[in-house]
């Protein structure tokens, strides 16, 4: 048994292949000790069949309890319907920061030896679902209007959450990623506060620059290694965040951590996967890497680099791999290969 006093902390198994992939890692939880007390919950269309709701009360209540969650992918409504749970949860914890590490578990892909930082700001922005319809001639959506909301101190949150960061891990570079060239005051405001931020009480600990969206992206894809950590805002974050999980092999291996002041909720980058839950072949490691941030979270690093290495001997060592990966591993195969690696260490 564990000898670490439990630490209680919410599951939400979610929609599609959330109950199969998280099965997967609290099976590695499990050979782990990890000494997670889980109160499950449900969201998302799971939460709409259980209570009538994407995030039922007792959902809220949990997480304002344990303060620290991991979550399976939640559906949301294309177009209309209901608001997405996701973005819910990060409103009423204040998730403020999105982090997104990417590094490359597959030696010898189209792009080696990547290890990037992505920093989403999380609740502000185009986000913030300011949007409506102007009606014309008839049309009910003759005119869509949204409005975007940064603000000083959104962005001095988040960019001082990067910055920290970016010392405490010895990262070498932060790039700012705005586009202050169009929307001079929703992203300029971003841009501004990081550059004088970082010549105010940053210089010199690492390099800062800053590049254009546009550009950031075309760069990423012709040579990632010229970055090592990015800040944005949040809708260029969402993008960003997916195109450096296919430098490293797709949705499968990214993992994320959305954190607050108050809580940390930690999730697969990935969605629900409409298209192969059930059958049992999903990759559960976005959602095992967000456990192993979970446990770096709450001070138990040893098991989170324990995690990451039976990961990496599982893929590299045993070559054991699903589907999306090249491989011909079913999600229980990968798992019990990757519980026999945690076991003789
Ligand atoms: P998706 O990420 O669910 O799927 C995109 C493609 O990647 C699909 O072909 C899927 O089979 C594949 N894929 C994703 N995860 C995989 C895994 N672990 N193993 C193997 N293949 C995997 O994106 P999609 O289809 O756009 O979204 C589906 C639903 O998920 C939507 O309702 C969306 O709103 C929701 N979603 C939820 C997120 C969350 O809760 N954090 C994030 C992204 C989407």
Sequence with gaps: MSQHPPIPAT???GDGIGPEIMDATLAALDALEAPFQWDTQAAGLA????????LPAATLESIHRTHLALKGPLETPVGGGYRSSNVRLREEFKLFANLRPVRTLIPGGRYDNIDLVLVRENLEGLYMGYEHYIPIDGDPHAVAIATGVNTRQGSRHILEFAFDYAVAKGRKQVSIVHKANIMKALTGIFLETGRDMYA???AGKFDCNDVIIDAC?????MNPWQFDMLVTTNLFGDILSDLIAGLVGGLGMAPGANIG?????????HGSAPDITGKGIANPIALMLAAAMMLDHVGLADKGERLRTAIDQTLNTDKVRTGDLGGSANTKVFTDALVARIRNG
């Design 11 to 13: 599951l939400i198994p």
């Design 47 to 54: 939460g709409v069949a259980a209570a009538g709701d994407p």
């Design 200 to 202: 105010e009480r940053y």
């Design 217 to 221: 992206a075309m760069k990423l894809v």
């Design 261 to 269: 002041e108050h809580a940390a909720i930690f999730e697969a980058v």
